[in-house]
Nanobody
Framework: QVQLVESGGGQVQAGGSLRLSCAAS????????IAWFRQAPGKEREFAAA????????RYADSVKGRFTISRDNAKNTVYLQMDSLQPEDTAVYYC????????????????????WGQGTQVTVSS
């Protein structure tokens, strides 16, 4: 059973940056797509970014495109989300999630395709 643990959240002023990490334990996730989702208070969980198992394909929500960068280091069993030019509307709990079946092509933006999740890390952006 893979367990995912997010870290790197915190409070930052608008325009600042944070880097989130998603570390896996239990077994390697080098053959699995990993995604970041976020949930703001009172809102539905939404897709932010995803990366294919090889790292060769990424997908971003329009709201974060050009500001967030997802990457992975399979040797370290870790996926990263570099978040730049943060805005108050980026305030949310950020979750990483893994898709345990091997997917060919771009990673999915749909939460139902991901079958194991971390506990989340809070990101707060003040204006």
């Amino acid at each position: 059973q893979v367990q995912l643990v997010e870290s790197g959240g915190g409070q930052v002023q608008a325009g600042g940056s944070l880097r989130l990490s998603c570390a896996a334990s239990g077994r390697t996730f080098s053959r699995e797509a990993i995604a970041w989702f976020r949930q703001a208070p009172g809102k539905e969980r939404e897709f932010a970014a995803a990366i294919s198992w090889s790292g060769g394909s990424t997908r971003y929500a329009d709201s974060v495109k050009g500001r967030f960068t997802i990457s992975r280091d399979n040797a370290k069993n870790t996926v990263y989300l570099q978040m730049d030019s943060l805005q108050p509307e980026d305030t949310a709990v950020y979750y990483c999630a893994g898709e345990s079946r091997v997917r060919m092509g771009p990673p999915s933006p749909g939460p139902s395709d991901y079958n194991y999740w971390g506990q989340g890390t809070q990101v707060t952006v003040s204006s």
